[in-house]
């Protein structure tokens, strides 16, 4: 569940540290990417519901490849025309993506309809693994192995790479970096287009563990992703894979005891950390 929740809240966390943007729209890329993979899935049904393998990991692929790109293309439309008029005003942020994502999920209300709709694991992915005393779903290690494999890409694309060194640094003093000769604007671009899809592979992952979803998936996830990146820190990768791990375990456990304690248990959580740390355990802005 945390590696989930991680790759929904390392895209805000990169476009809301990085960038300075305030996206309250974010959800409606993991809406999009949830309900873009079922549509997937459920074309590929006999994939999905074969006893291969082969085909049933090549449905899941497709699924989430359909859903990463949509997640781009949206982001590239969402910034170039929702954002970049509002860059570095907040307030005008806010208003303008709060309404952007109320026009998404009535896109998807008029394309998918209302109804819930059922969301089909691929058969291999619909078992458990024991292992000792202990049953782990077959779908929740596959999404740790998919977050695990985004936190690194990411780690190795902003810290060993000329990109991420040159987004950084744009983060810090913009102007000086134009000044070098250096095109800022299609940087952050590209920022916004990977933070959008790595919000709708987390939608598509999510899909796929609820089973069931409706046009509001990703607004119910968004408490959840805020929680995240303020625990981890703003425009922190490791922050917010700490803050998911963090957020998952104690949903999870505190879901098992105390099931009405769930969502109080992360918010205690929050303000535990906030007061050890204000700008959270590994913020990369301040």
């Known amino acids: 569940m945390g590696m989930m929740i991680f790759l929904m809240a390392s895209g805000l966390s990169l476009v809301f540290g990085l960038m300075d943007v305030l996206n309250f729209g974010h959800s409606a890329f993991v809406s999009f990417g949830a309900f873009v993979a079922a549509s997937v899935l459920a074309g590929l049904g006999a994939w999905v519901a074969a006893d291969s393998v082969f085909l049933n990991v090549l449905a899941m692929l497709a699924a989430i490849i359909a859903a990463a790109l949509f997640g781009l293309l949206a982001g590239w439309f ?12 907040h307030l005008r942020q806010i208003l303008i993506t709060m ?20 969301v089909a694991r691929p058969h291999f992915l619909a078992g458990s693994l024991i292992i000792g005393d202990v049953s782990i779903e077959t779908y929740r290690i596959f999404a740790f192995a998919l977050g695990l494999a985004a936190y690194l ?9 000329r990109i991420g060194l ?4 744009g983060v810090e003093n913009r102007e000086m970096v134009e000044a070098l000769g250096f095109r800022i604007d299609r940087l952050f671009i590209g920022v916004f287009m990977a933070g959008s899809a790595l919000a709708a592979i987390g939608g598509a992952m999510w899909a796929g563990y609820q089973t069931l979803i409706t046009p509001a998936i990703g607004s119910e996830m968004m408490i959840i992703v805020f ?4 625990i ?15 957020v998952g375990l104690m949903g999870n456990y505190v879901a098992f005891l105390a099931p009405k304690m769930s969502l109080a248990s992360n ?15 590994r913020p990369a802005v301040q």
């Not at 040159?166 to 640094?169: D, E």
């Not at 929680?227 to 303020?230: A, E, G, L, T, Y």
């Not at 981890?232 to 998911?244: F, K, Q, T």
């Open 153 to 161: 890409a990411l780690y190795f694309v902003l810290n060993r790479t």
């Open 166 to 169: 040159l987004v950084r640094a």
């Open 99 to 118: 309404g952007a994502l109320i026009v998404a999920e009535q896109i998807i209300l008029t394309i998918w309809g209302g109804s819930p709709i059922s």
């Open 78 to 89: 969402f910034e170039q025309v929702i954002i970049k008029p509002v860059y570095r005003d």
């Open 267 to 281: 918010m205690l959580l929050m303000m535990a950390i906030l007061l050890w740390r204000p700008y959270g355990l």
């Open 227 to 230: 929680i995240v990146i303020i």
């Open 232 to 246: 981890g820190g703003l425009g922190s990768i490791e922050g917010s894979l700490l803050g998911a791990l963090m």
